[in-house]
């Protein structure tokens, strides 16, 4: 089977979305052909490893504006039938246009990822653009999308509020763990072994709320003396620098370690004895699989959109600066606890595998081929809803 991906960007440095591309191309090539269409935006960033799974295709970009690259349309239109599916991701780019164009085919199924970007904290994001697409005729885009494909089930009722009428697939994000070196980030960070590690590995921006988190470790800080917290992502932002300023300030025993690279991050998360996220919201978190897969406990808001953790007994869901202060406190300190909570968080990673989340994309391709569309609801992966 050929299956088609198209994004506007292969850049490791755009954060989760662009991550979910890179999982479900190598994760689909391990059984299919998979190409891979982009812009040459940020082309310095790509994965090296994604060209050896997925044959990448790099389309010259017009501008900066909109990742607006004009051989991609042509393209599209001149080779869908070479693929079973057309898989377009980010609906408010050029890219998300040209997908729209390109569908309704009748020779294969064109699905729109919507990876969150109809949440409502998203959609306030560039607010006026968004309400300008849909005056625009954005519905009727989205509606021409042979589907949408969400990656979780909390994304179903904004999708639909934005006037979608065509079937809504529950396909959660698949981890792809690396092979890691544990002690790597010990030994570079100069720390003894019983030193707690807590990480915080995601993008700087208000939306992940990253300095209320800060504030948090600096409650945990003044009870928990063995503990230090460490930031790994791009903080070069202006948000990045106000969180990096409050740590400076507050004496927060805090290392920010930067953009790391694929192995970096799962050595980062072999010496971490847990994870904490505090994002105002999230579709499915590709930071929170990856650390569950890596058996890491995870305290997380509940915004995060992953319940399955509390459900599990993988980690703690938290609604507030105070509890996230406090659930952080509190593991460190219970060590069976947390071991119980690490194993909890590899099984329930088995949900995630790439078997898993593979085989569920491929049933979505033979669903949309297919002229009985179900209409039970259901959050199972795979299910039209």
Known sequence: MRVLLVAPSLSLRMGGSIASVYALGKLLSKQHEVHL??????????DPAIREACR???????????????????????????FASINVFHFWTAVGLFGGLVAPREDCPVFVHSQGIFLPVALSH?????RAAQALGGRRLL????????????????????????????????????????????????????????TFLN????????????????????????????????????????????????????????YLGPQEKWNLLADSDMLCQFSLQEGHSNALTEAIAAGVPVI?????????????????????????????TRLPRDEPMRRGMAENAKRL???????????????IIEQARSSRWPLAASSSAGTVL
């Open 349 to 363: 990673a088995q949900r995630f595998t790439p078997a898993a989340i593979g085989a569920a994309y491929v049933n």
């Open 203 to 258: 993008r700087f921006d208000p939306i992940k709320r990253t300095l209320e988190l800060a504030q948090a470790f600096r409650i945990v800080q003044d009870s928990t003396q063995n503990v230090i917290f460490v930031f790994a992502g791009d903080a070069g932002s202006d948000y990045g620098r106000e969180v990096q300023a409050y740590a400076a300030a507050s004496g927060l025993r805090a290392r920010f370690l930067g």
């Open 56 to 82: 990448v295709r790099l389309f010259r970009r017009l501008g900066g504006v909109g990742f607006m690259a004009p051989g991609m349309l042509p393209a599209l239109l001149s080779n869908t039938s070479e």
């Open 300 to 328: 997380a808001s509940r915004g995060c959109n992953f319940e399955e953790i509390g459900v599990e007994d993988a980690g703690l869901i938290v609604d507030s600066v105070e509890e996230m202060a406090h659930a952080t």
């Open 143 to 198: 509606n021409r999308f042979s589907g949408v494909i969400a990656c979780n089930i909390s994304e179903i009722p904004g999708i639909r509020a934005w006037g979608c009428q065509k079937p809504i697939y529950v396909l959660p994000n698949a981890v792809l763990p690396l092979t890691a070196e544990r002690g790597v980030f010990r030994r570079q960070l100069e720390l003894p072994g019983d030193v707690r590690i807590v």
């Open 126 to 130: 560039h607010g006026a653009r968004k």
């Open 37 to 46: 269409w982009t812009t040459d935006h940020d082309a310095a960033y790509i």
